[in-house]
T-cell receptor
Framework: DTGVSQDPRHKITKRGQNVTFRCDPI?????LYWYRQTLGQGPEFLTY????????KSRLLSDRFSAERPKGSFSTLEIQRTEQGDSAMYLC?????????????????????FGPGTRLLVL | AQKITQTQPGMFVQEKEAVTLDCTYD???????LFWYKQPSSGEMIFLIY??????QNATEGRYSLNFQKARKSANLVISASQLGDSAMYFC?????????????FGTGTRLLVSP
């Protein structure tokens, strides 16, 4: 059973260039999340998908950012016209929504499992 | 308003000792979940333990236990018998609501250093 994978692990780019990151979730997971983590902070939510539908986007996600999950499996996060402030770790997570388990209110849990992240440095 | 507060930027513990990492949270939703993740220097967030707001007992997972005090809105992580490999950043996170949108809100983390 493989975990969440992300590619590339590191990316250095010049300001103004476009970059694209890929995330492959755990195979049976139907939800996929993108987070951004800057130095000294915890991860901050960017967006999430249930299957191929993008259901929520954070206000952090400017119009230079776009995410897709075309077939409900892997996802891509593209940043256009990168800025130095985009330098961060981009984390992907996945979860299985709707898994049978304890009744609601009795320990229902939907755990997000994270990938290794992509470290972006914009020069 | 900050929803997750981790007041300890760094903690030191000797190998084989127990350590408590603090986490307080703020929510008006009666249904929520609390998570702890470990982040080694490699960057990956590793899930450690979960506590649901309606869970009657404190969660335990091996050497990890969660000291859940609902009235105080605290969910402290206790690591027993610390190991050198426990040196990492530790993040507390909260998810409001039991169903539907599952965004996690994280604290700023605590860096734990385990010394021999």
């Amino acid at each position: 059973d493989t975990g969440v994978s992300q590619d590339p692990r590191h990316k250095i780019t010049k300001r103004g260039q476009n970059v694209t990151f890929r995330c492959d979730p755990i195979s049976e997971h139907n939800r996929l999340y993108w987070y951004r983590q800057t130095l000294g902070q915890g991860p901050e939510f960017l967006t999430y998908f249930q299957n191929e539908a993008q259901l929520e986007k954070s206000r952090l996600l400017s119009d230079r950012f776009s995410a897709e999950r075309p077939k409900g499996s892997f996802s891509t996060l593209e940043i256009q016209r990168t800025e130095q402030g985009d330098s961060a770790m981009y984390l992907c997570a996945s979860s299985l929504h709707g898994k049978p388990g304890p009744p609601l209110g009795a320990g229902f849990q939907e755990t997000q499992y994270f990938g290794p992240g992509t470290r972006l440095l914009v020069l | 308003a900050q929803k997750i507060t981790q007041t300890q930027p760094g903690m030191f513990v000797q190998e084989k000792e127990a350590v408590t990492l603090d986490c307080t949270y703020d929510t008006s939703d009666p249904s929520y979940g609390l998570f702890w993740y470990k982040q080694p220097s490699s960057g990956e967030m590793i899930f450690l333990i979960y506590q649901g707001s309606y869970d009657q007992q404190n969660a335990t997972e091996g050497r990890y236990s969660l000291n859940f005090q609902k009235a105080r809105k605290s969910a402290n992580l206790v690591i027993s018998a610390s190991q050198l490999g426990d040196s990492a950043m530790y993040f507390c996170a909260m998810r409001e609501g039991l169903t539907g949108f599952q965004k996690l809100v994280f604290g700023t983390g605590t860096r734990l250093l385990v010394s021999p």
